[in-house]
């Protein structure tokens, strides 16, 4: 077993080295694009380095469990195809080694990366949500850093709108001001203009300083309504003005127990809590709302009588039944004043009821949505770690039989693998969380698709399958097509037996003969019978079988001749396909329900009819390639 242990040193060395560079890879994308979300919250708020390093952190830890399926699959597809591009895997299977036995240490590691993606979902995850969570909405209600622009109008300052032709900055000074002062509402706004003016930041970051100079303010003195035509204001003229605006632009921390209470901010045992809580809860309140809904809108009207009136009026209501009484009539039969009391009471009984219980529907649907979101955090949390083992059958198994390491396929595979697996899991979950599915099954999809298929590469890679590859399907598509290959015979460098030049013209003229004879018994020219073609018992044609074998074993004895002329017209031999020309399938019984089916048995007919009539042009080009070999080797022995 010591070999067996030193080979799983290699592997793990191999694969150990490409995980830890592609998980820091599929880590710093995962953050771009997390933070590309988040850049406008950021950006121009004069946000301190310690506030940023804080928030690029949690948001790094809360992206770990996401980057590690991604960085598996890679660095699987990549070690395993680096093994097969570098004939190591073949020469461990050549060992007696199977697949499953080389994948053993990893399959282990990658165990061990599930444990610790599940631990940093249910530990570290929800307090490194909480935390920057915190960070954000803190970072969101924080005012921008007050940078005017020139020539538009600025309105981060609230209940300030600010308009600057031309700002210095080497001085600081403004020209042009135009401030609309709207703190007492849009009708009592205060404009002032004046020629230039400074903004400052007071020490302690929560007022600004606004001096202006030459400038006028107006002011209405009441507020303005449609039905006047002239409003009084109040117009100022002033060589110099001072102001004190409130804007705080401090970084305050919001509370972490308001983020606390979100779905990915909880470990299981705290999910799984609340999820009981809400259940019960909606229950009760269901029951509730029941027995409300009786004693209410529905409930039944009963009146204490004696058991002998009791009595008559069962009998009463088992004879009469409602379509006895004519409604109507008696509504027509009353009064206008009463018609419109009785509709005014009953508009106003549905109003009421109907929003009684649409606020009671709003209230069990918020509980249950939110005990959704409980679930799907608490199933996300094993899914997410389980995918780590999932790409890791998937991607080694396709390496070995992609057999391309370096970061050129194997990157476009896992890519495509993932945006897949990523595309099906945000289905499944939205499906969950909006009801449409049951959770569970919402929240398993991904892994019910892609475990399948994960153990099936594993199976056909155990088994030296080419299900993946490209040549395999290239042939059979040029099989299926009637695209047939060349032959390419090149003179070898090396030759341990000569032709037998002798023996040779006897053997091509035999051949000729039976080829010839092939032909006539044959009648290759003519239409094939339908009925005796779909029929007949006959599935194999057995002499051109033996002929095409000849011909190869001749040609193989003829490519070892030292003539370049002789070795080019053998060439010329064509590739036979000897089961083209014949019916298509083994199976009695699928030929005859083929032929059956008229139109999928005319296709199969002129198939067949066609490769006849290109056998036959086979075989008259073999019976000249014949002559002209016969002539060649004839001639090189008179010399």
Request: net charge positive; proline share 3%.
């Amino acid at each position: 077993m010591l070999h067996i242990k030193k080979l799983y040193i290699f592997i793990l060395k191999s694969f150990g080295m490409l995980f830890a560079g592609t998980f820091f890879i599929c880590l710093f994308i995962f953050m771009m694009q997390f933070l590309w979300k988040y850049v406008d919250d950021m950006v121009g708020k004069g946000l301190e380095m310690s506030v940023l390093a804080q928030f690029f952190f949690y948001s790094g830890l809360t992206l770990v469990p996401l980057s590690l399926p991604l960085a598996v699959l890679l660095a699987a597809l990549i070690t395993f195809g680096n093994f097969g591009e570098r004939f190591e895997l073949l020469a461990m299977k050549a060992a007696g080694i199977s697949l499953i036995k080389i994948m053993r240490p990893l399959i282990v590691l990658i165990s061990i990366v599930c444990c610790v993606s599940f631990y940093f979902q249910n530990v570290i995850g929800p307090k490194a949500q909480t935390k920057m969570l915190t960070l954000l909405v803190s970072m969101r209600q924080k005012s921008p850093e007050l940078d005017i622009p020139e020539g538009v109008f600025y309105d981060e300052i609230d209940g300030y709108n600010l308009y600057v032709k031309h700002k210095d900055r080497d001085t600081g000074m403004l020209y042009d001001v135009l401030i609309y002062n709207m703190e007492k509402g849009f009708d009592n706004a205060q404009i002032i203009k004046s020629d230039s003016g400074r903004l400052e930041m007071a020490a302690d970051k929560k007022h600004l300083y606004l001096h202006l100079f030459d400038g006028e303010q107006f002011e209405n003195l009441k507020s303005q309504s449609f039905s006047q035509r002239n409003v009084p204001y109040r117009r100022e003229s002033f060589r110099e003005k001072h102001f004190i605006i409130e804007f705080n632009s401090d970084f305050n921390m919001a509370d972490e127990g308001l983020m606390s209470n979100q779905a990915k901010s909880k470990n299981m045992l705290v999910l799984q809590a609340d999820i009981d809580s809400m259940t019960v809860r909606n229950d009760s309140i269901g029951r509730a709302y029941f027995a409300e809904a009786m004693d209410g809108p529905y409930r039944q009207t009963t009146i204490n009588l004696s058991k002998a009136d009791t009595a008559k009026v069962e009998e009463v209501l088992q004879k009469s039944a409602l379509g006895q009484y004519n409604v109507d009539s008696l509504y027509q039969a009353m009064t206008l004043e009463e018609k419109d009391r009785l509709m005014t009471a009953a508009f106003s009984n549905a109003n009421s009821t109907e929003s009684d219980w649409n606020f009671k529907s709003f209230a069990v649907k918020q509980t249950d949505s939110n005990r959704r979101l409980h679930m799907t955090a608490w199933h996300e949390k094993i899914t997410l770690s389980l995918a780590c083992l999932v790409f890791f059958f998937i991607g080694a198994p396709l390496g070995g039989i992609i057999r391309k390491g370096g970061l050129g396929m194997p990157v476009v595979v896992s890519v495509l693998i993932f945006i897949f697996y990523y595309i099906v899991q945000q289905t499944g979950y939205k499906m969950a969380r909006d009801g449409k599915w049951i959770v569970w099954m919402g929240m398993w999809l991904s892994t019910a698709l892609l475990a399948p298929l994960g153990a099936f590469l594993t199976y056909k890679s155990n088994n030296d399958s080419v299900v993946l590859n490209a040549d395999a399907y290239i042939n059979w598509f040029k099989k299926v097509l009637g695209i047939r290959s060349r032959r390419h015979l090149f003179r070898k460098e090396v030759i341990i037996n000569d032709p037998d030049y002798a023996r040779l013209p006897e053997d091509l003229r035999r051949l000729t003969s039976e080829c010839r004879a092939y032909a006539e018994r044959n009648r290759l020219k003519s239409a094939p019978n339908y009925f005796k073609l779909w029929m007949g018992r006959k599935d194999r044609d057995e002499a051109m079988e033996g002929l095409n074998e000849r011909m190869e074993t001749l040609i193989d004895e003829m490519s070892n001749t030292r003539s370049l002329s002789l070795l080019s017209v053998v060439n010329n031999y064509p590739v036979l396909s000897v089961h083209a020309h014949v019916r298509p399938f083994r199976s009695y019984w699928l030929c005859v329900a083929c032929g059956v089916l008229f139109p999928v048995g005319l296709f199969f007919y002129f198939r067949i009819w066609a490769f006849r009539l290109r056998l036959s042009k086979d075989i008259e080009r073999i019976v000249k390639t014949n002559d002209e070999v016969t002539s060649i080797i004839e001639q090189k022995q008179d010399k």
